[in-house]
């Protein structure tokens, strides 16, 4: 009854849609606008406004000035994207004074528009344009544009300005030690975050806009004469290969610049913190930031890399990185191996565990793959109703989630208690790992491990780990083996890997990224005892002393 | 064109990964698969000699449930729960037993839980290889499983013994044998063990022997009430008696010969050379004595072939220390004392070793491994007289036993108390 | 943009011709040896640590003669197209065969001792497809994954037998040197005929980022496979007895079963087990990939890739048929495999490495050296 005439009506839908795709096609944007403007103000101005269809947040003002008011100007821009502060200060003022001021003798028009642009302003920032789709991308971006009767120039005002967040605390990764300042929605602050970090001249922002209608900046950040131009080349070629209406995220250009596409495993770190970026670069690597979100791409990315925090170069002694490794593989096979051991190696579960493990499943009606399983399914439904629920709902979720997943289903004894602990301590443990998206990779490789643990054991889950190894090993981040430096194999570099060792010991970038300049920083640095009074012995004025001597 | 192509491919690779995960969950599913509640959890196996060629397979279960209840219901007013079973069952071999067991009680066996596999006395006369043969072919069963023999029928030892004080009846006998290793030299000996002093030229195994013994009365339990109550309820459950693992048994060629007395299982065990330690009580001076907590450190069979036969020399080192002396006149700390009692020391152990060389010869059973010495310096002697090893010449060996004994330390007191008048 | 341009470190040579070699190895030596050599078959060991080394020599040699190129492509240089041809398909069948035979090997295991009741079929279809994906992927990608493994196995392994030592009886190893140098010989011929697979490094030379570290090599892997192999022979002789060791289907196997670390973790084998399945996975990896390389030289195409799937099939029937059951396996590795095997290993490479002296093809690697 109610199909019926409702298709007709998505067909209408349809047709519409195409008409509106037409209309579209003389967009702003395109090449046919790509003319110069009128010499008429007025008609100027008209097609501007009808560019824009009369949207509200589109401002023209329109104003004479001169002795007798002899000149007319119409200053446009976009309500909330441009500081009105300068605008009235920089722009609307200086002619207010050039009317009242005491020169009378009138101005030509064709004098008008040098005058305008080289004393009148006063503002830092100006630019010339005269045709219509660069002034469009100007006011779009924030600028002020000033069109001026009796000429085809546009003067155009850098007046950008718009209600930004501040920097503050970096939301997504949590830490205790190292500097508190993230990136915010700003392309501007945010590199300017990193040239605060990186004061020299060689490090180089090459900036490029994507998307056909958000025309987002998107901008390649390395340090000329270490990043190896070659990885440069191809992080902005594969940039340019990108034609779609819209970047709102990095996570766009993610999903279109990774080696490749099929694969669970997060081909690129990405950060808003500004430290870690400037880390990244100074092992020759290439960010990539991204106007209008926080979250700065870093290129190539490398396995071990998600397991490594900021924080981990702050703190100097540092045997958390292994037990990060640890946890990866708990958090990645810990339900399976349950699974597997419970199910069909019960000799190697020691035996006053098997017994209690035995008693605990007594009366559970599920097989230990269903119930683990299930159990899995529920805390990511737990996990993901709690980030996106309002913190306030959030909570009670969480509480939810741990009575009724938790205490009331083991009382209820449809499952096991040991199967709840095994569950949390894999998320715990998945939750170890620094880098998110990377946690979301192993959390979605424990199902088909769970599967071949229930279906073979122990020898299906490591027939699942000799596949695994072999993706990951067959994938590269723009060039870079993925497994790097465990495999190709460069133990080297495993001090940074496996555990961190102190920041004298690294006096190497990592050899893969092709750095110009390998070594970073002078050998043999060591800290030592002051110099030359070991053989003192342990005299406490000689110890003083040789710390004066020091400070 | 070509992407859509690649893209397509790569899908159906990933169709297949996930057919070739799912599929044998789905139709054919997880062949070997059991769930844990599924499982019976074999705690001892006891194997007897029924009729000519039958077997009687006594298997000690675990129930994982009554453990649980035990555990939380605590000591309270509740009669206790046993929380193990027994099951006999009859059959022609140990592999027909387990299968006769596993349809007898829905469960599938377990074996990795079991500590210890107990022989029957009639059964280990006749030849304990065929009943084993099982349990090297079988991959549930580990090589470190102790292997013991009953004097009289395993199942007895199962059906009989009293638990208390372990709830599990295996842990029981651990408990025991741990009891009498703090007492006095004892040896475990496992599966891999026997296995391979079977098969080595010139050595016999041996394994402990496992007994009932008639459960002490009165005087061990705590206060007056409670014993009493004790007392009362061992009457009722009658025939419990308590564990006993003290000697051992010895093997010829794979049949038991005999059992070896106080004596002799300690002159065996002081030739197995490992650091075992235990207790021995030699006289002071006078009628009292003095206890030696001792372990044998180093242990050197030298065989000395001539043409009258054969000699061994047995070097035994001995270290230990006085753990008491019940004579105030007798003290420690004085070298000419001390020296004594290092004396009375390697007199005793002498008379250990010269009894268990004695009993081996009259067995014929060389559970010494005084064979092996001879295969292992001179091993073209050996291949004459292997064969004849046994019953022509281990009676006639003759053996030169030296110990040395050296006490080091006198505990944590120097002198004895000395009464003051 | 690729850095490495399909090479393969030295390293990573070294890791997968150890992990080819010994991954069957560590399984049926041990046995063999024992049966052979009884308590000497440590001596056998050594015996081969300095014969495999020699056998080592002209093998790589040949490889660094003729750089770039794999047997059959110089097989063509010295006996002509057609009977390069010929030694490549020949070639080609030898390894296909003893990679079924490994898989075949990994199958039996793992259902003899872990799943009794699942069809072998099952295992074999899982793994070689396992395998073809390794060898799809490419050479350098089963190479990085074996290079993680393989160390991580026997670095386990390894640590796993140092809590062994308590209950070892070293007693058990005398009478030292007893048996007569024929018996000896006959246990080195059968270790020698696992060692020989080596040859595959032939076709792994050509991959090589840098082939001058080729010789070095050889000590390497040498060294890396007979002291792993020494202490588990030791080990297995101090822990069962020569006999008892000879008669076990599985050694090894049975060894790691003895392992209790603190009492909890104990019983290890089905852990290790399924760990060293997947190393022989690398290994049958790295015999299929020789095949598949071989039969496509021979037959003139420019990738092999498009043989991996057929292929794998044929693998699975061949493994699926190669023995009737477990003992025509044992029998097969003890009586037919140390002729077969050392025939066509020690021939192949001898036959090229004389008939390119005699010709005078190629240049040594040391002539090369000094230009």
């Known amino acids: 009854m109610f199909r019926k005439p409702r298709r007709p009506k998505t067909m209408e839908e349809r047709k519409q849609r195409q008409i509106d795709a037409k209309l579209e096609a003389p967009h702003p944007d395109s090449q046919e606008l790509n003319i110069p403007f009128g010499l008429s103000l007025d008609d100027n101005l008209a097609l501007f406004k009808n560019l824009f269809g009369n949207a509200s947040d589109l401002l023209v003002r329109e104003f004479s000035f001169g002795a007798r008011q002899e000149i007319r100007v119409a200053l446009v821009y976009i309500d909330g994207l441009s500081d009105t502060n300068s605008i009235s200060e920089a722009i609307l003022k200086p002619f207010v004074y050039r009317s009242l001021s005491d020169d009378k003798s009138p101005i030509l028009p064709e004098s008008a528009y040098p005058m305008i642009r080289d004393w009148l302003i006063t503002f830092g920032s100006v630019k010339e344009a005269a045709r219509i789709n660069e002034v469009l991308d100007y006011v779009l971006t924030g600028c002020a544009a000033l069109f001026i009767d009796g000429t085809s120039q546009v003067l155009i005002v850098v007046v950008k300005g718009w209600k930004a967040r501040d920097v503050e605390e970096p939301k997504a990764e949590a830490f205790v030690r190292g500097p508190r300042d993230s990136f915010n929605e700003t392309l501007r602050t945010n590199t300017a975050l990193i040239r605060r970090r990186i004061k020299t001249p060689r490090l180089r922002f090459d900036t490029l806009k994507i998307g056909r209608m958000t025309k987002t900046d998107i901008c390649v950040v390395y340090i000329h004469g270490l990043t190896d131009p070659a990885l440069k080349d191809e992080v902005i070629s594969r940039l340019k290969r990108i034609d779609t209406d819209g970047i709102l995220e990095s996570g766009y250009l993610e999903d279109f610049i990774k080696d490749n596409p099929w694969t669970p495993f997060s081909l690129l770190d990405r950060t808003e913190r500004p430290d870690k970026v400037a880390g990244a670069l100074l092992e020759g690597r290439v960010a990539i930031v991204i106007d209008t979100t926080p979250f700065a791409l870093l290129v190539p990315a490398v396995f071990s890399e998600f397991l490594q925090a900021p924080e981990d170069y702050y703190e100097s002694f540092d045997y958390i990185r292994a037990f990060r490794w640890l946890g990866l593989i708990i958090a990645t096979f810990l339900p399976s191996v349950y699974v597997a051991l419970s199910t069909y190696h019960q000799e190697m579960i020691p035996t006053g565990l098997v017994l209690s493990m035995a008693a605990g499943r007594e009366g559970v009606p599920f097989p230990a793959l269903v119930e683990a399983l299930s159990m899995e399914i529920s805390f990511d439904f737990l996990r993901e109703a709690g980030a996106r629920m309002p913190r306030s709902v959030g909570q009670a979720v969480g509480i939810i989630g741990a009575l009724v997943l938790g205490q009331a289903s083991v009382a209820a004894g449809i499952v096991s208690p040991i199967m709840v602990v095994i569950v949390s301590l894999a998320a715990v443990a998945s939750f170890m790992i620094p880098n998110y998206s990377s946690s979301h990779a192993i959390r979605f490789i424990r199902f088909p491990f769970l599967l071949l643990a229930g279906a073979f054991g122990l020898p299906g889950i490591f027939w699942g780990i000799l596949v695994l190894l072999l993706h990951l090993a067959s994938l590269r981040s723009f060039g870079v083996p993925y497994l790097y430096p465990v495999a190709p194999g460069v133990p080297g570099e495993w001090k940074d890997v496996f555990f961190k060792a102190p920041r004298w010991m690294m006096d190497f970038r990592p050899s893969l990224l092709r750095a110009r300049k390998i070594r970073r920083q002078a050998p043999g640095q060591m800290p030592g005892p002051p110099g030359g009074s070991s053989g003192e012995g342990d005299d406490p004025q000689i110890v003083s002393t040789g710390r004066e001597k020091q400070g | ?421 | 943009m690729s850095l490495e341009r399909g090479m393969i470190s030295s390293r990573q040579v070294m890791f997968l011709v150890t992990n080819m070699i010994f991954a069957t190895e560590i399984q049926f030596v041990p046995a063999l040896l024992t049966m052979y050599a009884g308590q000497d078959a440590w001596v056998v060991v050594l015996i081969v640590t300095i014969v495999g080394f020699l056998f080592g020599v002209p093998i790589i040699s040949l490889g660094l003669r003729f750089p770039g190129k794999t047997p059959v492509e110089y097989g063509m240089d010295l006996l002509g197209k057609w009977g390069g041809r010929a030694l490549g398909i020949f070639l080609g069948l030898f390894f296909f065969y003893v990679a079924a035979v490994a898989v075949r090997e990994l199958a039996d295991h793992l259902v003899i001792a872990v799943m009794p009741q699942t069809p072998l079929v099952v295992f074999i279809a899982l793994y070689v497809f396992a395998i073809a994906y390794g060898v799809y992927l490419g050479l350098e990608v089963f190479a990085r994954v074996s290079e993680i493994l393989y160390p991580v196995f026997l670095g386990t392994l390894m640590l796993g037998t140092i809590f062994l030592i308590p209950s070892l009886n070293l007693n058990l190893l005398k009478p030292v040197l007893t048996h007569s140098p024929l018996e000896l010989l006959r246990g080195s011929l059968t270790l020698l005929a696992f060692y020989g697979e080596g040859l595959a490094i032939l076709f792994l030379i050509p991959c090589m980022r840098r082939p001058e570290q080729a010789p070095g090599l050889n000590m390497k892997i040498t060294l890396l496979l007979n002291i792993p192999l020494l202490v588990m022979v030791v080990m297995e002789v101090a822990m069962f007895g020569a006999m008892e060791t000879s008669r076990i289907l599985f050694p090894s196997f049975e060894l790691v079963k003895m392992i209790s670390v603190a009492g909890f973790f104990e019983r290890m084998e089905s852990f290790l087990l399924a760990f060293w399945v997947t190393t022989v996975c690398l290994k049958v990896a790295l015999l299929y990939y020789t095949a598949m390389i071989s039969f496509a030289r021979s037959l003139n195409l420019r990738d092999y890739r498009p043989l991996v799937w057929p292929g794998a099939v044929s693998l699975t029937a061949l493994a699926v048929l190669v023995f009737s059951d477990v003992t025509q396996a044992r029998e097969f590795l003890a009586r037919s495999w140390p002729l077969f095997g050392l025939s066509v290993e020690g021939g192949v490479p001898i036959l090229l490495y004389s008939l390119a002296l005699l010709r005078k093809k190629g240049v040594s690697w040391r002539g090369r050296q000094k230009k």
């Open chain 2, 1 to 421: 064109m070509k992407r859509a192509l690649k893209s397509m491919s790569v899908v159906k690779r990933l169709c297949l990964v996930l057919a070739i995960i799912l599929l044998p969950n789905i139709c054919a599913g997880c062949w070997d698969r059991v769930e844990l509640e599924q499982l019976a959890y074999v705690t001892v196996v006891g194997i007897d000699r029924d009729g000519p060629d039958g077997v009687l397979v006594t298997f000690q279960c675990v129930i994982p449930r009554m453990l649980a209840r035990g555990q939380s219901g605590g000591g309270g007013g509740a009669a206790p729960v046993k929380p193990y079973t027994n099951y006999s069952v009859k059959a022609r071999n140990v592999s027909d037993a387990v299968r006769l067991f596993e349809i007898k009680q829905p469960h599938k066996a377990l074996f990795k839980t079991s500590t210890v596999i107990i022989i029957g006395e009639d059964l280990a006369r006749k030849g304990v290889i065929p009943s084993l043969d099982f349990f090297t072919r079988k991959p549930a069963l580990r090589r470190s499983v102790w292997v013991m023999v009953a004097e009289g029928k395993a199942a007895d030892i199962l059906l009989k013994g009293d638990p208390s004080p372990e709830i599990i009846p295996a842990n029981n006998i651990r408990t025991a044998f741990q009891r009498r290793q703090d007492v006095t030299l004892t040896s475990s000996v496992d599966f891999g063990q026997l296995l391979s002093k079977l098969e080595r030229p010139g050595v016999d195994p041996f394994m402990p022997e496992i007994k009932l013994a008639p459960k002490l009365s009165g005087g061990t339990a705590g206060q007056g009430e409670t014993s009493t109550q004790d007392q009362q309820k061992d009457v009722k459950e009658g025939e419990k008696q308590v564990l006993e693992i003290v000697d051992f048994g010895v093997l010829k060629l794979g049949k038991l010969v005999s059992f070896l007395d106080i004596t002799e299982s300690r002159g065996l065990l002081w030739l197995q050379g490992k650091t075992n330690s235990g207790t021995i009580t030699v006289p002071a001076r006078g009628a009292s004595w003095a206890s030696l907590l001792v372990s044998s450190k180093r242990v050197k069979i030298t065989p000395v072939i001539s043409q009258d036969g054969f000699l061994f020399n047995i070097d035994i080192r001995i270290e230990g220390y006085v753990s008491s002396v019940q004579n105030e006149a007798v003290d420690p700390t004085k070298p000419e004392d001390l020296g004594r009692l290092e004396e009375e020391g390697e007199k005793a152990i002498l008379q250990d070793v010269m009894a268990a060389v004695k009993k081996s010869q009259e067995v014929r059973s060389d559970f010494l491994g005084l064979g092996e010495k001879i295969y292992e310096t001179d091993p073209d002697l050996w291949k004459e007289i292997g064969e004849a090893w046994r019953d022509e010449w281990l009676p006639n060996v003759q053996v030169d036993i030296s110990v040395n004994c050296k006490l080091k330390r006198t505990g944590l007191a120097a002198g004895p108390v000395q009464p003051i008048p």
